[in-house]
């Protein structure tokens, strides 16, 4: 049995300095056809100002035009990733919160161009912090919400993975913000998908070897679905990390080996993706 729909990787990273379009060439010849690309700061040395803010994103979504030429369909997220910005209350102080403003309008200005689909990877620290760190974040990621909301835009999350009460935590912010909950693509989730674990959250299912046998026993307890990603990272000095661009289609393929209803997976690649993001 083969899977001859579409299939989408909802949360990608690519390096001009990395494998670039290799990596989006090995994920279209196992069958991919779409991508979620996602910004990825310089870790090192992330923007300060919003000239460079706007630099860098207008970068991304000129590789995206790039992967485009391929052949593939590409959606693109702009936003100030969580672990590039939170250190910056350290490096920066005040001006840390005006920093993130700044990344946040710039991508909200690339959205409104149509040359972005939402706004990502946003919010709260995924490691020990103190606790102002994580109140300030938390605020502003509950104020970021509450722009998704006023613009009817997603937002694709990055959150710290250990708790089983985050989900939770984050549709309450969500309600508070007068955003649907569905808008809320929690990046990197685990694989239990039913609704009583993601309060009717989107999850962008990392999708490890692991990840099968609980996708198959709670996807019919979901609320709306689940998409699929690898996280690719184009980093050469992580190969492979955190999963390969040919994971998506290879899991794909093994969930509908284990039985999960074609519907499904249609909805995973296509009518889901479409319903948050918009179509392409």
Not at 139 to 156: F, V
Not at 199 to 211: D, E, F, M
Not at 219 to 247: C, I, N, Q, W
């Amino acid at each position: 049995m083969d899977w001859k729909g579409p299939i989408l990787d909802d949360h990608f990273h690519l390096n001009r300095d990395g494998r670039f379009l290799d990596a989006a060439r090995d994920f279209q010849r196992v069958g991919g056809t779409h991508l979620v690309l996602v910004h990825c700061p310089d870790f090192a040395s992330p923007p300060v100002t919003r000239q460079g803010h706007s630099d860098t994103y207008a970068d991304t979504i000129a590789m995206a035009q790039e992967v485009r030429d391929l052949g593939l369909g590409v959606r693109v997220i702009l936003g100030p990733h969580p672990a590039a910005f939170a250190h910056q209350f350290e490096s920066l102080g005040d001006r840390a919160e005006e920093n993130y403003w700044d990344s946040i309008e710039t991508a909200l200005h690339f959205v409104h161009e149509g040359l972005a689909h939402g706004i990502g990877e946003v919010g709260r620290p995924h490691w020990p912090v103190s606790d102002e760190i994580w109140n300030r974040s938390n605020i502003l990621l509950q104020e970021t919400m509450e722009l998704a909301a006023r613009e009817n835009i997603p937002l694709q999350l990055h959150v710290e993975g250990e708790s089983d009460l985050t989900y939770g935590e984050l549709a309450q912010m969500a309600d508070r913000a007068g955003l649907a909950r569905e808008k809320l693509v929690r990046h990197y989730a685990p694989p239990r998908v039913d609704e009583s674990y993601t309060h009717g959250l989107t999850p962008s299912v990392l999708a490890g070897s692991g990840s099968i046998e609980e996708l198959m026993s709670t996807f019919e307890s979901s609320s709306h679905g689940f998409m699929l990603e690898t996280d690719y990272m184009d980093d050469p000095r992580r190969p492979g990390a955190v999963l390969g661009p040919k994971t998506v289609p290879k899991r794909t393929r093994q969930l509908l080996e284990a039985g999960l209803d074609e519907e499904v997976l249609y909805n995973t690649h296509v009518d889901l993706p479409e319903r948050i993001y918009g179509a392409i």
